[in-house]
């Protein structure tokens, strides 16, 4: 279940793209907060706040703004080309007794016997949507490969370790992970080489 942490905005009043390269420049990141029927509101954040707030796990966040209070949940982040830094935010205003559609992290556990006979673990989920309280947003959902075998998958409909209250979206059918085999070794088509002309015989004329 997510944490929630204080963090401290304040209103925004310069907007546009050249006061937003100016923020960033200062260390400041400009966010906009969305929801709830209500008038979209431009803030800015220390960059270090963003960061922190960002690898803290949490998903549901209590935003202090010029000594008002929203409950906030992180709807979209913008990262720069390097993915170093946040370039804008975009918060969604949620109520703790509302449910709210989100995409929550999975974490692999254990070693599949698969892959240590020499298959592949091959994972094209790495989030599942889900639905649930905005306050008990869990941090990621755990799937348990230690007793995968080579060929064998894991469905989004096989998960065990799901929170109370929480409803899985994702589709049923959908492979979170998989123990392919390896690809078998081509080997190298060998080409005749070409004739040499002096190996070819010359044809007597006339």
Request: glycine share 6%.
């Amino acid at each position: 279940m997510s944490t929630i942490e204080k963090l401290t905005a304040a209103v925004r009043s310069s907007i546009g793209s050249t006061a937003s390269r100016r923020l960033r420049s200062e260390g400041i990141v400009p966010a906009n907060i969305y929801g709830h029927k209500q008038t979209p509101q431009a803030v800015q954040m220390q960059a270090d706040i963003v960061h922190a707030m960002i690898h803290s796990g949490s998903k549901v966040f209590d935003l202090e703004i010029d000594n008002s209070l929203e409950k906030v949940l992180i709807k979209d982040i913008q990262w720069d080309t390097f993915s170093k830094h946040v370039m804008h935010i975009d918060f969604l205003r949620v109520d703790p007794t509302e449910r709210v559609k989100v995409e929550v992290p999975v974490t692999l556990r254990g070693t599949a016997p698969g892959a240590l006979q020499g298959g592949i673990l091959e994972q094209p989920m790495h989030t599942i949507e889900v639905e649930c309280l905005a306050v008990e947003i869990p941090e990621s959902i755990t799937v348990r490969i230690g007793s995968l075998q080579l060929g064998e998958s894991l469905h989004v409909n096989e998960l065990t370790e799901l929170p109370a209250g929480l409803t899985v979206l994702s589709p049923e059918d959908s492979v979170i992970v998989h123990i392919a085999h390896e690809a078998p070794a081509v080997e190298p088509v060998e080409e005749d080489a070409p004739e040499d002309p002096a190996d070819v015989p010359a044809t007597a004329e006339g």
